[in-house]
């Protein structure tokens, strides 16, 4: 009985954890590995960096290239850039590296302008509509938000230890951000006040926001990964998986706000569902073959028509996969 019960245990863990890999597309755009890549919200534009081109904006319906950019002073043999972001409405870009920051024009390709970040280096990277805001999170704990337009700028303190990774909501009045003091805090823009403290018990390595102002996402290093009320502040579920240690390096809420897209460094895509914090379907995107360890992050992701999600990831490509009706 005994070696049964042990038997129905091992097939119980083994079928939660299975997983589809079989994409219905994918695209090649960075042949030896990408360095970043952002999605926009629709699914219709992507930005990838790669020691290939530099910094490619692609038209991810037709799969072509829009624009090729370099940050100052920077070749396509030289490129560093490791964060990029796309605003909510498509209208504007930032690329950065862990000294500047740039924003770009999606309308015209053109550069706006560039920034350079004397005091720490740069850790994550946002925008907000219109190009208006920019959420720069540090290494020295320090959160700057910036509006080149008007040349405004604010400090957030809140944080003891370095930031992690930032979000912004699509006006720019809100701020949610994450670091190593096990914190994560959602903050207004105009006046740096806190509005909710999230607290973990390690320290948060992903935050993001839903876009319609519902949901927040704050996942730490271990095992707590929590969705929460943007209304009252509270927790509405966690994540459900049996992993000792989780990490997320991507994360999207759907349009309807039911469902919850993340992406992991150990190549995972995965559907969650936003209310019960249950897993819905789960794949893994292709490896880096130039890799060792034949592996691959997964860096941005998004969900599409037709009900399908794609992922873009550090071995180059992008993936369009399709997502099981009940």
Known sequence: MKHLLSLSLVFLLFACDVYSNKPVNYFQHAESGSLATAFSDDAAIGIVSSNDEGIVVW????????????????????????????????????????????????????PIGFWRIDESSVRDIAVSNGGN????????????????????RIEFLGHQERINSVALSPNGLYALTGGNDYTAFLWNTKTGQIVYKFEHPSRVTKVVLDNQGRFAFTADSQKHARIWDLQTGQEISRLKYIQRQKIFSAARFSEDGTQLLTGSPDRHLTLWDVQSGAKIQDWKVHPNEK???????????????????????????????TVEED
């Open 291 to 321: 890799s060792l360890t034949k592996s691959a992050v997964v860096y941005a992701v998004a969900f599409m028509e037709d009900n399908q999600v794609i992922s873009g990831s550090s071995s180059g490509w992008a993936e369009v996969w």
């Open 59 to 110: 038209d991810l319906q037709y799969n072509q290239k829009i624009y090729q950019w370099n940050h100052q002073g920077q070749d396509d043999n030289a490129n560093v850039i490791g964060l990029v972001n796309i605003s909510p409405d498509k209208s504007h870009a930032v690329t950065a590296d862990r000294e500047a920051f740039a924003i770009w024009d999606l309308n015209t390709g053109e």
């Open 133 to 152: 805001g920019i959420l720069v999170g540090r290494g020295n704990g320090k959160v700057l938000y910036f509006e080149h337009r008007t040349g405004r």
